[in-house]
């Protein structure tokens, strides 16, 4: 089974103050435990390095870097792909869709990965099954 995880299961899974760290704990362990495949892109990695550091400090950066980024297959997203995400993001013309949110959808098309750990309801909005199965926002 193959899961792309975004930004925001990263930081729940980190954070033991986020509203959705016990769905994103239980999440992650069942990921592990089930051999899944886990991959997110380099996107991804910019916003969560970015918001870690903010939030919590580069130790924090740090043991993502070191305990978690070696169990999951960084998806580099390349001119094209950056194109497409753009290109979808316009024509959206949705206030709340981020560039980060595009190049997420993008590279999973790209990679025929239809599953999502993600907080955030803009994949289940374009057809991706998200886990852990919440009303996410």
């Given at each position: 089974?193959?899961?792309?995880?975004?930004?925001?299961?990263?930081?729940?899974?980190?954070?033991?103050?986020?509203?959705?760290?016990?769905?994103?704990?239980?999440?992650?362990?069942?990921?592990?435990?089930?051999?899944?495949?886990?991959?997110?892109?380099?996107?991804?990695?910019?916003?969560?390095?970015?918001?870690?550091?903010?939030?919590?400090g580069l130790e924090a950066v740090r043991l993502f870097q070191t305990e978690?980024?070696?169990?999951?297959?960084?998806?580099?997203?390349?001119?094209?792909?950056?194109?497409?995400?753009?290109?979808?993001?316009?024509?959206?013309?949705?206030?709340?869709?981020?560039?980060?949110?595009?190049?997420?959808?993008?590279?999973?098309?790209?990679?025929?990965?239809?599953?999502?750990?993600?907080?955030?309801?803009?994949?289940?909005?374009?057809?991706?099954?998200?886990?852990?199965?919440?009303?996410?926002?």
């Amino acid at each position: 089974m193959s899961v792309f995880i975004d930004t925001s299961a990263f930081i729940a899974v980190l954070n033991a103050n986020d509203h959705f760290h016990p769905p994103a704990k239980d999440t992650w362990r069942d990921l592990l435990q089930q051999g899944a495949h886990l991959t997110c892109n380099n996107y991804i990695l910019v916003e969560t390095f970015a918001l870690l550091g903010h939030r919590f400090g580069l130790e924090a950066v740090r043991l993502f870097q070191t305990e978690v980024l070696p169990i999951v297959e960084v998806s580099w997203v390349d001119e094209a792909l950056h194109n497409r995400a753009i290109s979808a993001m316009l024509a959206a013309n949705r206030r709340h869709l981020s560039l980060v949110d595009c190049t997420s959808f993008e590279t999973m098309r790209h990679l025929g990965i239809y599953r999502a750990f993600t907080f955030d309801r803009h994949f289940s909005e374009l057809g991706f099954e998200v886990i852990p199965t919440l009303n996410v926002s």
